[in-house]
Every structure is written in structure tokens, then in C-alpha cells.
């Protein structure tokens, strides 16, 4: 059974960091695209923050651009997201999602989530 289990939210102050982990089970996360993802509290739909191709180089969204940072740590089939300079904008339910969709479109996980909350 494949689960991707998130990891490192919690309340920080704003300019603080988080790491936030997406362990991967039953998967091999080397072989995926996989993405951070936040709903932000009101929102109906999930965004895309940053992802890290299966080959290639990451891409951010602008709003995150320069402060948050993804990467690979495949020897513990973890990818992680560096989150700096938060603010009360980057409150949201964030979101891990590994996927082949390009080849399979049923290739397609998702985490239940970690939030992370801006606060002072």
C-alpha cells in the first residue's frame, strides 16, 4: 500500500522557517515528480508551491520563489521543503503529491497533510 506521510508543520513567527518531509511508503519517491502543494484556510482549491521533476531541475511559484526550497534526500525516500521567511500569507495545509502522471495519469499520490501557521 502506498502512503506518503508529511511531516515538520507546526506555528512558527513570521520570518521563521520550517522544514517540512514527505516520507514516502510502498513508493520509491526517485522515481516520481513530486510536489508541495497548500490550501490556504477559505480557499476551495490546493496550489502549487514547488516541485522537483524526476529529472531536472526544481521549479516555485512566485510567491515562494528565493524563500522556500525542495529537495531530494533519496537514501531515506524523503523530499523536503525548506520554507524561509514566512509570513501570513504562507498559512495553509500543506500538501506532498508524487505522481507519473505524464506516463500513467492514475500515478498519482497525495499525503494527508501538515499545517503550518504564521503567528506572533
Known amino acids: 500500500q502506498v502512503r506518503l506521510v508529511e511531516s515538520g508543520g507546526g506555528v512558527v513567527p513570521p520570518g521563521g522557517s520550517l522544514k517540512l518531509s514527505c516520507e514516502g511508503f510502498g513508493i520509491r519517491l526517485s522515481e516520481k515528480a513530486v510536489a508541495w502543494y497548500r490550501r490556504a484556510p477559505g480557499k476551495l482549491h490546493r496550489e502549487l508551491v514547488a516541485?522537483?521533476?524526476?529529472?531536472?531541475?526544481?521549479h516555485y511559484s512566485d510567491d515562494v520563489k528565493g524563500r522556500f526550497t525542495i529537495s531530494r534526500d533519496n537514501t531515506k525516500n524523503i523530499v523536503h521543503l525548506q520554507m524561509t521567511g514566512l509570513g501570513l500569507e504562507d498559512i495553509a495545509a500543506y500538501y506532498c503529491?508524487?505522481?507519473?502522471?505524464?506516463?500513467?495519469?492514475?500515478?498519482?499520490?497525495w499525503g494527508q497533510g501538515t499545517q503550518v501557521t504564521v503567528s506572533s
Open positions: 516541485e522537483i521533476p524526476w529529472t531536472g531541475s526544481a
Open positions: 503529491n508524487a505522481h507519473r502522471r505524464w506516463v500513467e495519469p492514475d500515478d498519482d499520490y
